[in-house]
């Protein structure tokens, strides 16, 4: 928690109090006005704290629905981000999210490891808890090296997640 009350994001040291802040309005100012989202979840060093200074931005961005391409989406996200750093954002859809998920999607592991949610409607937090479920019961879990493995079976289902109501 920060002297100001709001919750640390945790992205770096005291320095990048600024990126904290810039991150929230790219979200909460810029994203959310154009596109629906579901989750924003910071990944990679700066969620791990091992950033150093001029590390980049990760972000998982994940959307309800979207009618452009993966390249599109990448492109209109990107054009938004006017911080010095560079981003790097990885948008996907619920359902795509939970494909990669099911497919052990590296990055989508990564986050759900330990990424640090930014914004959650819920949906991040349930993919998240079905995938710590899949942890324990051995479905899913990481080699030796440090690399995923292929998961065992599905580690979660659109049911789990979206209830009793169909998604497509």
Not at 87 to 98: D, G, H, Q, R, S
Not at 102 to 117: K, P, Q, S, Y
Not at 153 to 165: A, M, Q, S, T, Y
Request: hydrophobic share 40%; net charge neutral.
């Amino acid at each position: 928690m920060r002297k100001d009350g709001r919750e640390d994001l945790g992205v770096g040291s005291l320095e990048d109090e600024d990126l904290e802040e810039e991150l929230r309005e790219f979200v909460y100012r810029k994203l959310l006005n154009k596109f629906e989202v579901v989750s924003v979840i910071l990944i990679g060093s700066r969620a791990r704290g091992d950033s150093l200074k001029g590390s980049d931005v990760d972000l998982l961005v994940i959307l309800e629905r979207c009618d452009m391409s993966y390249f599109e989406r990448v492109q209109s996200i990107i054009s938004l981000w006017k911080h010095r750093l560079v981003l790097n954002v990885f948008p996907y859809t619920t359902l795509e999210t939970i494909r990669l998920t099911n497919r052990g999607f590296i990055t989508v592991l990564d986050a759900l490891e330990h990424g640090v949610i930014i914004y959650d409607n819920g949906f991040f937090s349930r993919l998240r808890e079905k995938f710590r479920e899949a942890l324990k019961s051995g479905i899913i879990a990481r080699s030796k090296r440090g690399w995923w493995k292929v998961p065992t079976r599905k580690i979660v289902n659109n049911e789990d997640i979206f209830g009793g109501k169909e998604e497509t």
